[in-house]
């Protein structure tokens, strides 16, 4: 995950604060000391309906390029938006020190970050086709439509790979490979497994090829050599140790 930069996470609380002193100061002309009252709730709303909404950010923040998202990457709900701002007034409580967290910790988490275990993001994952030759500006809208491997944790989280006819081979080997994995997890074999999209069933199908350390399913079961695993949209798996997690969409 890019985990947001702290100045642009700055700037953009600034960004929002004026935008609800506008708001305030509007509602304090028009009801007076009711609209003192008001103001609070109205900022309280705007945090939850804009980071659980699509943008799943302020206006702020959208305007800095950031996001909030659960621990996979995805923008958060709702309900994580309101626990999220619990957190905040709490972090306010604490006479700030609950912001100066972030500061310390490598993911940038404030205190409202862990308690709702969200994180700040600089952008939206980049979607990488697999098959840079086979694109061209007539077919692009394909390739959106494309069923994708999605990183989830480890050196390639928040990418995302458009799984194509040909399927793709994953691993270190950066010759054979659409999917390579850094030489720096050396437990990943160079050419690890195999991932197809059958369109007729709508499952991925993943193949080991007779990997040193393994491919697993989250729950730890290991995907047999020559005996390929039928994966549906939303599961997991991962390529020798839980560092290197992928979903498939």
Known sequence: MHYGDLGKRIIAVIIDSIILSLIGFILGLIFSFAGVLIAPIVSWLYYIFMEGGGWHATIGKKFMGLYVADGSGKGISYSTAILRLIGKILSGLTLGIGYLIGFFNEEKQCLHDMIAKTYVLEEQPKVINAYPERANVNNINNYERLPEIVGVN????????????????????????????????????????????????????????????????????????????????????????????????
């Open 154 to 249: 480890g050196p390639l989280a928040g990418m995302i790979y458009q799984v194509t006819d040909n399927g793709l081979i994953m691993g270190r080997d950066s010759v054979s490979c659409q999917i390579v994995i850094p030489a720096s997890q050396d437990k990943v074999s160079r050419i690890h497994c195999y991932i197809t999209f059958n369109a007729m069933s709508g499952m991925f199908i993943i193949n080991d090829r007779n990997s040193t350390h393994g491919t697993y399913l989250v729950n730890g079961k290991r995907i047999s050599y020559a005996q390929p695993v039928a994966l549906k949209s939303g599961d997991r798996f991962y390529l020798a140790t839980p560092e290197n997690t992928f979903e498939v969409r």
